[in-house]
């Protein structure tokens, strides 16, 4: 803990009084500092020694999707480092009756330190409607009605996954020794059969652009038509890791190091749902629902099975999934991953998932501590 500790005093961090809405928006030097510290808390919880760094103060959350990791990971993180809990249930809030978004994000953030939100649902809508929190509480905060301007929290849009993506990328740099050795690594990130549709597109884009950030070698894989938001696309070959497209989830596992077998909607699909959704044209939806799900069933062999698992370097690259998986056998009668597969990986994809409370705490405590390294000096000698 403190050779990390020693690692965070050399990066320029600039995270105070502002947000965590998208990886893009960071430097490497915060990204890393967000791993590091989520290392830290995971070492102080494992030898339960606490990393409580506030002495009073409320998290809100908002979630506007099921969940059962991020909600239960978001409220196990600000329980740990000392604040209280309130989901708005915006259907018994006086949302309901038409409030803002600009008055109800001050009149829940009074004495509040960050607000978390999951809006993935809507394409081009979740990602902006956290940018609208974040301005609403900012503006409170600079006309004094707010005594903190809270951090508004991602925890999960439509554009990206930050909370489940660094919590993939601290189980790589477990399974692989460091970050450093993580460079030249192949990572397939394929699409995957689901029985179901409107899956978001933010895991398999928050996958691909950290990952080659991070200097690994990306093939994205998925059937024609299955494409995702355009703009993230081009913004990897920004990026130091090679990246490519492959036409078959056979050609992406081929010699692969790591694999990613998850299902989502087209970016056209997601399109054409947000429309709908907004219309509540409920005939609509069902009309779509009914069209997705024919020509998913086109791809049923897409499916992480053990002979396409032969085809990844020495037959043994590492599975992962942000779960629920839809195994095939198990969970739907056809899905994803064969149940062979996911079993022999499901306590990876439990170690994977076991991450994100510590990432969840470490990027409220880098928006809410002017002095991180300071604040977090006087936690390790305590």
């Not at 970050?179 to 899956?199: R, V």
């Not at 024919?294 to 992480?304: H, Q, S, V």
């Not at 599975?319 to 969970?331: E, K, N, Q, T």
């Amino acid at each position: 803990m403190q050779k990390k500790l020693q690692q965070l005093k050399e990066l320029k961090l600039n995270c105070y009084n502002g947000d965590y809405l998208l990886n893009s928006e960071k430097t490497n030097d915060e990204l890393i500092a967000t791993e590091l510290i989520a290392e830290i808390f995971k070492q102080l919880h494992k030898e339960s020694k606490s990393f409580k760094s506030f002495n009073s103060g409320l998290a809100i959350s908002i979630f506007r999707d099921n969940s059962t990791r991020t909600k239960f990971s978001f409220a196990s993180a600000v329980n740990a480092l000392g604040l209280g809990l309130e989901e708005l249930d915006e259907v018994k809030s006086q949302i309901a009756h038409g409030e803002t978004v600009r008055e109800s994000a001050n009149m829940i953030s009074f004495l509040a330190q960050t607000i978390g939100i999951r809006d993935d649902m809507f394409l081009g809508e979740g990602n902006k409607y956290m940018r609208e929190v974040s301005e609403a509480v900012a503006e409170g905060f600079e006309k004094g009605v707010l005594h903190n301007r809270p951090s508004v929290i991602n925890l999960q849009c439509d554009i990206d996954h930050p909370t489940q993506t660094l919590a993939d990328l601290l189980k790589l740099k477990d399974y692989f020794g460091s970050f450093e050795n993580l460079k030249g690594k192949k990572l397939a990130m394929s699409w995957a059969y689901s029985p179901s549709y409107g899956k978001p597109l933010s895991v398999p884009q928050g996958i691909i652009s950290l990952m080659t950030r991070f200097g690994m070698d990306v093939t994205l894989a998925n059937p024609e038509g299955y494409g995702l938001i355009p703009d993230v696309i081009k913004q990897i070959k920004n990026y130091e890791g090679k990246f490519k497209i492959a036409n078959s989830m056979e050609d992406a596992f081929k010699d692969a190091d790591v694999v990613y077998p998850k299902s989502w909607a087209p970016f056209n699909v997601m399109q054409r749902r947000t429309d709908l959704l907004k219309k509540s044209d409920k005939d609509g939806l069902k009309e779509l629902e009914k069209e997705c799900l024919a020509n998913n069933a086109k791809y049923k062999d897409w499916e992480c099975d053990e002979s396409k698992m032969k085809l990844t370097k020495n037959g043994e690259a590492l599975y992962m999934h942000c779960l629920p998986a839809d195994i095939s056998g198990v969970s739907c009668k056809e899905g994803e991953v064969s149940k062979e597969v996911f079993e022999k990986y499901r306590i990876h994809t439990y170690q994977e998932a076991s991450f994100k409370p510590f990432v969840i705490a470490s990027m409220i405590f880098l928006t809410r501590m002017q002095n991180p390294v300071e604040k977090l000096e006087k936690i390790l000698s305590r």
